[in-house]
């Protein structure tokens, strides 16, 4: 049996900071569900708690992104069971997020949708090239995993096989599945999914019309350097925030 934990007891410093992670969360996925980034049971978005680190904040199996308020997240364990909440978790969320969170303790949240064409773009089983300002985000800082790729991830081992290929870096393609971003923030790792979605599509456009220009690797390098950074990627988030606090402030309850 899992063993509850009780939030009412936590100091008022993590309450509040859990509660912060909690909104943000929320938002982050009415954001995924109102970009389209939503396919069935598919996606997660997973957050640290605050007090207890081996333990994270999670979206429900099979709820709509464009649902989910604060409290219908669930707090699961390493071992996959919900300790808070009372529906089911997807397995696949459990088993892929849990390895990420376990082998990068400082990863505060990693997103994950089957995104259109984030998941064209992984069937390549290639990294993107420099070929946008935005793509410059990725440079140097995206790898490609081919691990489990294509194959329903359900057993702890195989979840850590992916994540020992994810050992650094903010983004990954999981050939033939689709994206993963981490961040120290939700704000951040959601940003850096809708980027690296869009990034995938512009390589995906441009490959078709022609064969793109690549930027020089050292203006690739100075520019993820000032637009690759934490804080761009909760600057980038808080438009999107602002806009969904406005449409969906059911997201809070």
Request: proline fraction near 6%.
């Amino acid at each position: 049996m899992p063993v509850p934990v009780n939030l009412a007891d936590s100091p008022p410093e993590l309450a509040a900071e859990r509660r912060h992670r909690q909104e943000r969360l929320a938002g982050a996925l009415r954001i995924f569900g109102q970009l389209g980034f939503g396919e069935g049971v598919a996606g997660h978005i997973t957050a640290r708690d605050p007090e207890w680190p081996d333990h994270f904040w999670v979206n429900p199996f099979a709820m709509s992104f464009n649902r989910v308020r604060v409290s219908d997240l669930l707090l699961v364990n390493h071992g996959g069971e919900v300790v808070h909440g009372d529906r089911p978790v997807n397995r696949a969320a459990f088993v892929l997020h849990a390895a990420i969170h376990a082998r990068r303790p400082e990863v505060m949240a990693a997103a994950h949708a089957h995104s259109p064409h984030g998941k064209a773009f992984s069937s390549l089983g290639r990294t993107l090239d420099p070929i946008t300002q935005d793509c410059c985000i990725f440079y140097n800082d995206l790898c490609l995993i081919e691990a489990e790729g294509g194959k329903v991830v359900l057993e702890p081992e195989a979840g850590l096989r992916f994540a020992d290929h994810f050992l650094e870096g903010k983004a990954a393609i999981h050939r033939n599945h689709g994206l993963f971003t981490v961040a120290e923030t939700v704000d951040a790792a959601a940003f850096w999914f809708i980027a690296l979605e869009r990034c995938c599509q512009s390589h995906l456009l441009a490959a078709a019309a022609g064969t793109p220009l690549l930027i020089r690797d050292e203006w690739a390098a100075y520019t993820r350097q000032h637009i690759g950074t934490p804080q761009a990627g909760c600057f980038g988030f808080a438009s999107y925030w602002d806009d969904i606090l406005a449409s969906d402030p059911d997201l809070l309850d």
